[in-house]
Structure formats: structure tokens, C-alpha cells
């Protein structure tokens, strides 16, 4: 485990941690700073901005590399943190993913700001209990994969949202373009995913997202099809049937082999991905795409090696 130190001050609740220090990209936040338990992330904490007051744990911590900005790739945040602040990853531009716990509800402003590389956010929560999920997509426009630890994955494309002057009357038209905003809404008045309502806006996402985006919306819920009807299920594996060539592009650049295995099981046709796939120097992916086994080469020995 890679130790970290960190600079907080108390909050209603428990712990706020203002900044992060220590020598990996990738930090996990301790659930607890001096037997306090964490429940805020502060404001900037992540983002190259200094920060001011705080107290250091542990006290005799010699660390002094702060993990802000572009140095930070993975963020993993402690199950109990309810808060998190304004620009708490600003301009964190190589940040990836980001996991936190079902408790986590309020967020701050301009949350990712910046954060162009941001993939994938991590909910260690059951997928059908109440989170604050939908506050925090708010803050994301960008395509992002939502995975639950509880076996569910969800891709959302991304939207954009534009003004629009009528000159003569100096009047702001609004208007919202992109599936990802209507598919964003979907979810109960308990904070609970609506599945139902989530997999109806496919077929109007069809009109308008790319083959790419569809595919990877239609395997995240057939590799891990919770609370999926029979008829989302059809109308997913027959939009994978029309577009094997995206659909294997996607799994094998992934290197996914659920994502394979399910493909090889609607009946796609299998010669181009296998090519493919040893284009990208993947031989497990290969060996799948053509039905055998994928076995460790055994080392051969002749009179000669003795």
C-alpha cells in the first residue's frame, strides 16, 4: 500500500482534506486522518492551485510532493466522503477516473473543469440503492462510462448546450444538443437509477450518435445487463448484429474479453476482427474470435540443446 500524507482541517461530520501529498499518480485517500473519518473534499484540492491553513497528518510526514494537475491520473476517494468541493479537479487534464462511495450527494462548481482525459467515474455502490449520481453527471458533459462495483456499467455521450442571440430582440435562445443530456435525467425521485428509462432513450440516441458511441452504450449493458428487459435486450444485441465491425473494433482495441465472448455469441462474423486482432498484437482476443483456447507456447527441445 502506498502511503500518502495530507493537509486537513475539521468539518461538520468529521475530516476535510484540503491537499494530497506523495510520490503516486494515483492516490487512494485514507478513509480516516487522525482517527477522524474524511467526509469533504476541499475546494482546488486536487487542482494546481495553492491552498491555505490545514493541518498535516501524520505531523512528522516528510513528504512535500503535492499530487495536483497534470500529475494526477486516478483519484480514489473514501466510501463515507459526502462533499466535494468547487474545482476540486480543476484543470487536472491527464485525470482518468475518479471512484467514490453512494454516500458522496453535494458537489461544488466547475468540478472537472479542464479534465479532457476523464474516462470513467467508479460508484462503489449497488447499482439499483440511491446515489448522488445524478448531481454529479451535472458536471460532465463529456462522454463518460459510469461502472458500478455492484456489476453494472453505463456509457453516456456526451451533450452540448448552446445560447443562441436573436439579434433584433437581443433575446438568448437555449437549446440542448446530444442524447447524453435526456439519458443523464434518467433516474428516480430517490436518487435510484431508472434502467427502464435509461435503455427506452437508445433508439433516439440512434438518430444521432455515432456507430462507435452506440456500441459501446449497447455492450456496457449486455456484459452486465442489470435490471435489463428482454426487449432492451433484443434491441441491443440487433443494433451489435448490424454493426459488427465497430462493435469488435471497440472490443478488441478494450482488449475485453466479456465484450468478445458476447459478440462470438450473437453470431457475428469473426474473420476480420481475428485480423484485427493480430493487428493489434492481441493473441488471446485471436485465439477467441477463432474458437480455440489461447495456450502458452511450449518450448521445444531437440538432441542438439543437450
Known sequence: MIFLS????SCA???????????????????????????????????DKPVTGGTLWPADSADTHEITGNFVEEVTLPDAVRVIDSAAFYNCRRLRRVALGPTADSFGSDL??????????????DPGEPTGLRRLLVAISADVTVAFSGG???FYPEYFELLDENTPAHIFNHSIEGEGYRMRQCFAPDGS??????????????????????????????????????????????????????AFTLAITARDETAVRLLVGLGL?????????????????????????HKAAKKTYDFDDL
Open 6 to 9: 495530507v493537509v486537513w482541517e
Open 13 to 47: 461530520g468529521g475530516a476535510r482534506v484540503l491537499r494530497v501529498l506523495g510520490d503516486t499518480p494515483c492516490p487512494v485517500v485514507p478513509h480516516a486522518v487522525d482517527g477522524v473519518p474524511v467526509v469533504e473534499i476541499g475546494p482546488y484540492c486536487f487542482a
Open 112 to 125: 472537472f473543469t479542464n479534465c479532457r482525459s476523464l474516462q470513467t467515474l467508479e460508484l462503489h455502490a
Open 152 to 154: 453494472a456499467r453505463l
Open 193 to 246: 437509477l431508472d434502467f427502464a428509462a435509461y435503455d427506452a432513450s437508445f433508439a433516439q440516441a440512434c438518430v444521432g450518435e455515432s456507430e462507435e458511441k452506440l456500441c459501446k452504450l449497447a455492450l456496457g449493458r449486455l456484459c452486465l445487463p442489470y435490471a435489463l428487459s428482454d426487449d432492451a435486450r433484443a434491441d441491443y444485441e440487433f443494433y451489435l448484429t448490424a454493426h459488427p465491425d465497430a
Open 269 to 293: 462474423p469473426t474473420a476480420h476482427a481475428a485480423a484485427y486482432c493480430a493487428q493489434q498484437g492481441w493473441s488471446a482476443g485471436a485465439a477467441l474470435l477463432l474458437g480455440r483456447r
